[in-house]
């Protein structure tokens, strides 16, 4: 029974140095200005710091990797959160999503930072600096209010309640 624990513990020890060397691509595209959404819509620097400590590493095209992204499996779970985060919401594509998707994604950010949804959990507990006070939630709230303002007012009702833009 030892020496079967004793195998089972260096097979593990191994599997883990195995995996180090198997890593996600990293999260750092190339950024085209004209597809930020800063080239539709006006980001104040009030905002845009926000989105940036709390926001960006998963919803832009470029991540700050903390140290611990380097040891796996942390980095496959932090892989699966950003293309999830991606996925729903990336701030360097926004200009190009259909008119409907920028008017339900602006509808769910106000929505999510509301009801605290946003940033995720599993986020605000290492990169404490991320949660939102009630200040912070009511100007990312107001600035997607305004984004959606800004599209009800340029745009027919038709383009932007369009269904399955999610």
């Not at 999260?27 to 800063?38: H, L, S």
């Not at 989105?51 to 832009?60: E, G, Q, R, T, V």
């Not at 107001?142 to 007012?153: F, H, P, R, T, V």
Request: glycine share 4%; proline share 4%.
């Amino acid at each position: 029974m030892k020496k079967a624990l004793s195998i089972f513990g260096v097979l593990l020890i191994v599997a883990f140095i195995f995996i180090q060397f198997m890593r996600p691509s990293p999260n750092a595209f190339p950024i085209t200005v004209a597809d930020n959404i800063t080239s539709k819509y006006f980001v104040s620097d009030e905002v845009q710091n926000i989105l940036k400590i709390s926001c960006n590493d998963c919803h832009s095209n470029k991540t700050i990797y903390p140290w611990y992204s380097k040891v796996q499996p942390i980095a496959w779970f932090l892989d699966d959160h950003i293309t999830d985060g991606k996925r729903h919401l990336n701030f360097d594509e926004f200009a190009t999503y259909s008119l409907s998707k920028q008017y339900n994604r602006f509808k769910k950010i106000s929505q999510m930072v509301h009801d605290g949804e946003m940033p995720i959990y599993s986020y605000t507990l290492i990169h404490w600096n991320a949660k939102l006070d009630n200040g912070q939630r009511t100007i990312i709230e107001n600035w997607a209010s305004d984004g959606i303002n800004q599209l009800e007012k340029l745009y027919p009702f038709d383009s932007l309640h369009v269904k399955n833009v999610f």
